[in-house]
């Protein structure tokens, strides 16, 4: 990984597939983790593609205007793309296998970036602690 392209969040990297997506939520094989504001729901799988791939949801239970939820998803997003070599070095350790992570803010308000940054770190090791 170059340093040009370790710190990109690429097409590849986020979760699109439905199929991959329910998986995640209703299969028996993810775990999960919180360190509140963040929910960490997780999973290995069979990929050829990115070593680890991610979504973020932001319910419309918690954050009622559009603007915040989007703002909290860029938060959340860009302390991924900083700290996601944690974990994508770990999950690159097995070939053919990837790590899919769905990030759900859990809180009814919005908070400082470095506080979602600091949270964002937390949960990345303590999932690559447990691959």
Not at 98 to 126: N, P
């Amino acid at each position: 990984m170059t340093a040009a392209s370790g710190f990109t969040l690429s097409k590849e990297e986020r979760i699109c597939s439905k199929k991959l997506t329910d998986q995640l939520f209703t299969g028996g094989s993810s775990r999960s983790l919180s360190a509140y504001p963040l929910r960490a729901v997780y999973m290995t799988h069979e990929s050829d593609g990115a070593p680890a791939s991610m979504l973020v949801s932001v319910p419309k239970k918690h954050l009622k205007r559009a603007v915040k939820r989007n703002r909290v998803k860029r938060q959340v997003r860009e302390a991924y793309r900083k700290h996601k070599q944690i974990v994508t070095e770990k999950a690159g350790e097995a070939a053919g296998r990837s790590i899919a992570i769905a990030f759900i803010w859990m809180d009814s308000k919005m908070v400082d970036t470095s506080v979602v940054e600091e949270r964002m770190v937390s949960l990345l090791h303590r999932i690559a602690e447990r691959l």
